[in-house]
């Protein structure tokens, strides 16, 4: 089994959070034949305009399915309710139990500093769960791991109270089309709810071939900038030469509370990384 390939778990707080954040490498895993699950922790019944919580839970139920086949990756929406997630005893249950069962060697999640309250609950929660994968009394009836995954924060931007310090980059500039095939899915969000939130609903095209269009450069638009929040760190991995040439990239950094791996369980764990 110590040879066994790579498996890779996100648990992000919205339908979407996942592709979003680290498509990239759920892209590059899935080409090389690992599995991949992906999970929405709350039900993704509170953002939209016009359609109800009721419509929105079986609504985003579906369309993160759909994503993940895009990949051929699980996507589970688990039923925890949007904008009102906490970092409970549920909560940290339910992740340590998902672990211990699928079994993962890298876990990506949020950090606990970012905009979204959702995502900084499961943040904590993954942090409070790392270390109690392995203890055997704790959730006694699903048998506790011997070894506990790598946990990775997924980027962001955000500098209080400290801006993340990737371990790893990867170019995901090959992987802009997959990624943008799994946020279409997400149709009552990518070409309704953000729109609409973002005050640019006019701009999206009726038309199907245009939309992508317009979706692709809508997300270019806003993954770009992680490139240049982190160029210290792009300069420092692939030189000061290559980096302007690399437009979309995905950071990441491993968390301290859980396994630390060395530079060749990292190669491993993220296969195509500078
Ligand atoms: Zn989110």
Redesign the pocket.
């Known amino acids: 089994m110590a040879n066994a390939e790579p498996r890779l778990l996100i648990l992000?707080?919205?339908p979407?959070?996942a592709e979003?954040h680290a498509g990239g490498l759920a892209t590059i895993y899935r080409m090389l034949g690992r599995d991949v699950k992906m999970v929405s922790v709350t039900d993704g019944g509170a953002g939209h305009h016009e359609r109800s919580p009721a419509e929105l839970r079986i609504l985003r139920r579906e369309e993160a399915a759909a994503a993940g086949r895009v990949i051929g990756a699980t996507y589970e929406t688990w039923d925890f309710p949007d904008a009102a997630l906490q970092s409970s005893l549920d909560v940290r249950y339910r992740i340590i139990r998902e672990i211990r069962q699928f079994k993962p060697d890298l876990v990506l999640t949020?950090r606990t500093s970012d905009y979204?309250p959702?995502?900084r609950a499961v943040g904590q929660s993954v942090q409070d769960a790392s270390y109690l994968v392995k203890v055997p009394h704790v959730l006694p009836d699903v048998a506790a791991l011997q070894k506990d995954p790598v946990v990775a924060y997924m980027p962001d931007l955000f500098t209080k109270p400290v801006r993340m310090q990737p371990d790893v980059i990867i170019d995901v500039s090959d992987c802009m089309d997959k990624i943008v095939e799994m946020l279409a899915c997400h149709q009552s969000q990518v070409f309704q709810w953000l729109p609409h939130a973002e005050g640019i609903l006019d701009t999206v095209p009726a038309d199907a071939v245009d939309r992508m269009i317009w979706l692709r450069s809508w997300f270019s638009r806003h993954i770009r900038p992680r490139a240049d929040h982190f160029r210290i760190e792009l300069v420092a991995a692939c030189g000061s030469e290559t980096d302007q040439s690399i437009e979309f990239i995905e950071a990441f950094e491993i968390s301290e509370y859980a396994y630390r791996p060395d530079a060749d369980m990292l190669s491993r764990l993220f296969p195509v990384h500078h």
């Open positions: 992000g707080a919205h979407d959070d979003y949020h979204h959702d995502h």
